[in-house]
């Protein structure tokens, strides 16, 4: 059955069993765009501030000990997921999040009034606006609510997943620390390094993103509550956004704070976009290394085949035996992803107009995807790549007396010009360098041992 409930815009059907009312009902008619509901983790924040909302609001005395009570219990029960189906608007909505708000306010509204024996969608004893949303507007819960399901994931599922990368890269760098091999700089041969020196740099790499990533949370955590429709506070108790904003920072063990100036942080988006460019620095980061993983594993027999990378799977369905470096070609997909959702970000945060930025949900929606994929991918790419990649020695040493590389140390003993000769004549012959010295004369066995020695030049 679809019973009839009314808002302020009229009468609207709703399913029987639906928790969400009229105005949820006229969001889902009115955004049929892509099928992508609001994330979880933004709808889980947006509970808890319903939930802080009305602890603050019941110890102001504006909300009734018995409506704050079973308010307490639905907004409890949402933040745990119990209402998992009852958000169905999509993603392009609104700009700014009203929809998902009055989503959250009727759910919560309609639950409690089931918990103190009422009509579900009677509106009453509790109402979605006058008690849910009381000291709110979307304009400063929806930005609030990006603000706290960002931070809290970064916190628990990015950074750890970082670190986890950080350290194998680093345990591989300890492991390979002895292992010389060619150097190589535009795609050229280059003078020798150790593979271990190879893969500290992609250690700092990631530790630096993370030091990135960390540097934007003191902006992430500033929250915009209590700035109502502009940012001005209207119909707000001047005691409401301090108190709410307390009892968020105590419950999540995350030192969330007012912000600093609402009128930046409801009209613009500046420390999402910053937050959101930070994962696409390492993003990019993360897409050098697994490039340079593929490359280091070419082959395996004719290409660089100076590692291998652990066999997951067939590579081909028409070429037996290949193997194909399917972990890595993963990470770059996501890197390329989220590199692009940074446009996203960027010009969305453009659109802050006036007093709003208009955006809010798709900003909301491209940031979580991204703190997600981020987050898997790295955690993948440690366990199922970087932990099992194995050096082959043989073919690190082969390629580095192969190279002209050696060339460059007998420059201080033979000068420029002669060694570039030399280089060039180890190249038409296809002799190696220690052949070529060895031949015309230009060193003795004790000095060739020393100034053509690959260990020595790293």
Same mark, same amino acid.
């Given at each position: 059955?679809?019973? !009839?409930?009314?808002?302020?815009?009229?009468?609207?059907?709703?399913?029987?069993?639906?928790?969400?009312? =009229?105005?949820?009902?006229?969001?889902?008619?009115?955004?049929?765009?892509?099928?992508?509901?609001?994330?979880?983790?933004?709808? !889980?924040?947006?509970?808890?501030?319903?939930?802080?909302?009305?602890?603050?609001?019941?110890? $102001?005395?504006?909300?009734?000990?018995?409506?704050?009570?079973?308010?307490?219990?639905?907004?409890?029960?949402?933040?745990?997921?119990?209402?998992?189906?009852?958000?169905?608007?999509?993603?392009?909505?609104?700009?700014?999040?009203?929809?998902?708000?009055?989503?959250?306010?009727?759910?919560?509204?309609?639950?409690?009034?089931?918990? $103190?024996?009422?009509?579900?969608? &009677?509106?009453?004893?509790?109402?979605?606006?006058?008690?849910?949303?009381?000291?709110?507007?979307?304009?400063?819960?929806?930005?609030?609510?990006?603000?706290?399901?960002?931070?809290?994931?970064?916190?628990?599922?990015?950074?750890?997943?970082?670190?986890?990368?950080?350290?194998?890269?680093?345990?591989?760098?300890?492991?390979?620390?002895?292992?010389?091999?060619?150097?190589?700089?535009?795609?050229?041969?280059?003078? /020798?390094?150790?593979?271990?020196?190879?893969?500290?740099?992609?250690?700092?790499?990631?530790?630096? &993103?993370?030091?990135?990533?960390?540097?934007?949370?003191?902006?992430?955590?500033?929250?915009?509550?209590?700035?109502?429709?502009?940012?001005?506070?209207?119909?707000?108790?001047?005691?409401?956004?301090?108190?709410?904003?307390?009892?968020?920072?105590?419950?999540?063990?995350?030192?969330?704070?007012?912000?600093?100036?609402?009128?930046?942080?409801?009209?613009?988006?500046?420390?999402?976009?910053?937050?959101?460019?930070?994962?696409? %620095?390492?993003?990019?980061?993360?897409?050098?290394?697994?490039?340079?993983?593929?490359?280091?594993? %070419?082959?395996?027999?004719?290409?660089?085949?100076?590692?291998?990378?652990?066999?997951?799977? /067939?590579? %081909?369905?028409?070429?037996?035996?290949?193997?194909?470096? *399917?972990?890595?070609?993963?990470?770059?997909?996501?890197?390329?992803?989220?590199?692009?959702?940074?446009?996203?970000?960027?010009?969305?945060?453009?659109?802050?107009?006036?007093?709003?930025? *208009?955006?809010? /949900?798709?900003?909301?929606? *491209?940031?979580?995807? %991204?703190? =997600?994929?981020?987050?898997?991918?790295?955690?993948?790419?440690?366990?199922?790549?970087?932990?099992?990649?194995?050096?082959?020695?043989?073919?690190?040493?082969?390629?580095?007396?192969?190279?002209?590389?050696?060339?460059?140390?007998?420059?201080?003993?033979?000068?420029?010009?002669?060694?570039?000769?030399?280089?060039?004549?180890?190249?038409?012959?296809? !002799?190696? *360098?220690?052949?070529?010295?060895?031949?015309?004369?230009?060193?003795?066995?004790?000095?060739?041992?020393?100034?053509?020695?690959?260990?020595?030049?790293?």
């Amino acid at each position: 059955t679809m019973p !009839k409930v009314k808002d302020s815009m009229g009468t609207m059907e709703v399913p029987d069993d639906a928790y969400y009312g =009229a105005s949820t009902a006229r969001a889902i008619l009115n955004f049929p765009i892509s099928g992508y509901t609001m994330p979880a983790s933004i709808l !889980k924040a947006l509970a808890h501030i319903k939930l802080a909302a009305a602890k603050t609001n019941r110890d $102001l005395g504006l909300l009734p000990d018995d409506l704050f009570l079973a308010v307490e219990q639905a907004a409890r029960e949402g933040y745990d997921g119990r209402f998992e189906d009852q958000f169905p608007v999509d993603v392009y909505q609104t700009g700014s999040g009203t929809s998902t708000n009055m989503n959250m306010n009727e759910v919560i509204a309609a639950r409690a009034n089931e918990i $103190l024996g009422s009509d579900r969608h &009677g509106r009453h004893p509790v109402h979605p606006n006058d008690h849910v949303n009381m000291g709110q507007s979307s304009n400063d819960v929806i930005p609030s609510s990006i603000h706290i399901a960002a931070r809290l994931a970064a916190g628990v599922d990015l950074l750890p997943s970082m670190e986890e990368l950080a350290d194998s890269l680093e345990k591989k760098s300890k492991k390979f620390a002895d292992i010389v091999k060619v150097g190589r700089t535009h795609m050229q041969d280059a003078v /020798p390094v150790t593979l271990g020196q190879e893969f500290s740099g992609y250690s700092a790499q990631v530790r630096d &993103g993370i030091g990135f990533i960390r540097s934007t949370f003191p902006a992430l955590e500033q929250l915009p509550l209590g700035g109502t429709a502009v940012g001005t506070g209207l119909n707000t108790h001047p005691g409401f956004a301090k108190d709410t904003v307390k009892l968020i920072a105590a419950e999540t063990g995350t030192e969330f704070t007012l912000a600093g100036n609402r009128f930046a942080y409801m009209g613009g988006k500046d420390a999402l976009t910053a937050f959101h460019k930070a994962m696409t %620095s390492y993003a990019s980061s993360l897409y050098k290394i697994t490039s340079d993983i593929r490359f280091l594993a %070419s082959g395996p027999y004719t290409g660089i085949g100076e590692i291998n990378v652990p066999s997951l799977q /067939p590579g %081909s369905s028409i070429m037996p035996g290949k193997v194909n470096p *399917v972990v890595p070609e993963s990470v770059l997909q996501v890197a390329v992803r989220v590199i692009g959702n940074d446009t996203t970000i960027t010009m969305a945060n453009s659109s802050g107009n006036l007093e709003l930025n *208009v955006m809010m /949900p798709l900003m909301g929606h *491209v940031i979580m995807e %991204s703190l =997600a994929l981020l987050a898997n991918s790295t955690l993948n790419l440690a366990e199922k790549c970087v932990d099992r990649i194995t050096a082959n020695e043989d073919r690190c040493s082969e390629l580095v007396e192969k190279s002209l590389a050696l060339v460059t140390p007998l420059v201080r003993k033979i000068g420029y010009d002669k060694a570039s000769d030399l280089a060039k004549e180890a190249r038409r012959t296809g !002799k190696t *360098v220690r052949e070529l010295v060895r031949e015309k004369g230009l060193l003795d066995e004790d000095e060739i041992d020393d100034v053509l020695n690959p260990v020595g030049m790293v």
